[in-house]
């Protein structure tokens, strides 16, 4: 198994910046791909943003050129660099995993809120 544990959320105003962390632990070596989605009130959860062993990125449409994902393989840990945030990026962000076997695994979440 993987375990997730993410750190970084918080109340920031429009405009702000945040930095997401997620940290795995356990099975890291079967680690295929790590990734952060997002889930506002009454909606679903989404895409954000993902990035594989080699580095490899994908991001939503909503935030490119605002959000840069990044991994340090060392630490283990992927980054999600949130500049320019608006009202409408607050939620509830989750770390994700896939593993080479396509087990998936979540963090438990952590809240970010844009509000001036």
């Known amino acids: 198994q993987v375990q997730l544990v993410e750190s970084g959320g918080g109340l920031v105003q429009p405009g702000g910046s945040l930095r997401l962390s997620c940290t795995a632990s356990g099975r890291i070596f079967s680690i295929k791909t790590m990734g952060w989605y997002r889930q506002a009130p009454g909606k679903q959860r989404e895409l954000v943003a993902t990035?594989?062993?080699?580095?490899?990125?994908d991001y939503a449409d909503s935030v490119k050129d605002r959000f840069d994902i990044s991994g340090d393989n060392a630490k283990n840990t992927v980054y999600l660099q949130m500049n320019s945030l608006k009202p409408e990026d607050t939620a509830v962000y989750y770390c994700r995993t896939v593993t080479h076997w396509n087990d998936n695994y979540w963090g438990q979440g952590t809240q970010v809120t844009v509000a001036s």
């Open positions: 990035i594989t062993w080699g580095g490899s990125t």
